[in-house]
C-alpha cells in the first residue's frame, strides 16, 4: 500500500485483491493466482482446489481501524495455507481442536449461497440461531489458522451439530479468559483476549453470570474480537452499548451491501448464461432452459 492509500480511505476491491496475492506470494505460495473480479474471489490455476471468497475479508479490512488493517490481511493469508491442510477424518483426532465460532446468520447464509453459485454441492455451513440474529458455527482451529466446518465433515464423523458444539464450548471454556472490568462494585466488562473467539465466549453462561453487574446481564458483540457485558439497570454501561451499537448497526449495513452486490452480480451471471443456452436451445429444438428456481430463491 503506498503513501496516498494510506490517507484516501480503504482500497478498492482490485487493490485489496492485488494486496492480498502479495501477501500469499510473500510467504511462499509458488502455484499461479487466478483472481475472478466479477464473484471477487481467488484460487488456484489448474487445480480443483477450493475458491476463497474475499467479501468478508474486504469488508472486514475496510471497517477496521487503520492500525488493524494488517491483522485483518495476515488473517485471510493464514486461511489461504490452513486449505492446504488436511482435516483429520476421526472426531477424536479433532476434537480437542474444534472451538465454536459466533457469526451473523447472514454471514453463513451468504458464504453457503456463494459456494453454492461455485457449483459446490456439499457446501451445507451448519450452524446454531442465536439470539435469532446469530449463529454459532465450528471451527478446526489449526493455531495459525482456522478451517470452517460444513455438513459434510459431520457427516464423514458420525456426530450432530449438537455433540460437535458441545465439545467446542466445552474446548472454549478452557482457554484463556481475559475481561477488563470495575475493580470493585457493578460495571461493564471488556474482552482483552483478541484471539478470534472473544465473541464466542458469549455462550459460556457461567463466565457471564460471574461478572459483577447491576441487573441482568446484557451483552454485545460488535465483532469477532470484542464481547462487552453490563447489567440491565447500569445507565451508564447501558449508554456505551448503545453507542457501540449504533456504529456497529452502520457496519452490519456496509457488509450486508457488500455481500449482496457480489451475489448478485454471480447471480446475473448466472442467469444470464442460462438465458443464452435457452436461446440456443430453442434453436435447436430442445425448448428453452428452465431457471424458475432461480427466480423464486431471488423473490424469496
Known sequence: ????????????????????????RRVGENRKLLYDREQFLLRVDGEDSPVFFMGNAY??????????????????????????KGIPDNFDDLHPDLLPVVR?????DLTQLAAELQSDANAEWPYHILGEHFGVGLVYDMRDGMRYIVQEDLDRWGV???????????NLSQTEKAFIGPEKGEG????????????????????????????????????????????????????????????????????LLIWCVVVVIAVLGIMVVALVIGGLSRDEGKGPVRFQHLQAGLLG
Not at 451473523?104 to 453463513?108: E, K, P
Not at 446481564?217 to 460488535?222: D, L, N, R, T, V
Not at 451508564?236 to 457496519?251: E, I, K, Y
Open 104 to 108: 451473523c446468520r447472514s454471514y453463513y
Open 188 to 255: 461493564l466488562y471488556l474482552s482483552a483476549n483478541r484471539d478470534n473467539y472473544d465473541a464466542s465466549r458469549l455462550i459460556l453462561l457461567d463466565l457471564i453470570r460471574k461478572f459483577n453487574v447491576k441487573g441482568d446481564p446484557i451483552a454485545m458483540i460488535p465483532n469477532r474480537d470484542t464481547l462487552l457485558v453490563a447489567g440491565a439497570d447500569d445507565p451508564d454501561a447501558l449508554a456505551v452499548l448503545g453507542h457501540q451499537n449504533r456504529h456497529c448497526s452502520l457496519l452490519v449495513e456496509y457488509l
Open 59 to 84: 469488508a472486514e479490512y475496510c471497517a477496521a481501524p487503520r492500525e488493524s488493517r494488517e491483522e485483518v490481511v495476515q488473517r485471510f493469508v493464514r486461511g489461504w495455507f490452513v486449505s492446504l
Open 1 to 24: 500500500m503506498g503513501l496516498l492509500d494510506r490517507f484516501s480511505g480503504p482500497p478498492s476491491k482490485d487493490k485489496f485483491a492485488k494486496l492480498a496475492m502479495d501477501r500469499i
Open 160 to 170: 450432530t451439530l449438537y455433540e460437535a458444539l458441545e465439545a467446542a464450548r466445552g
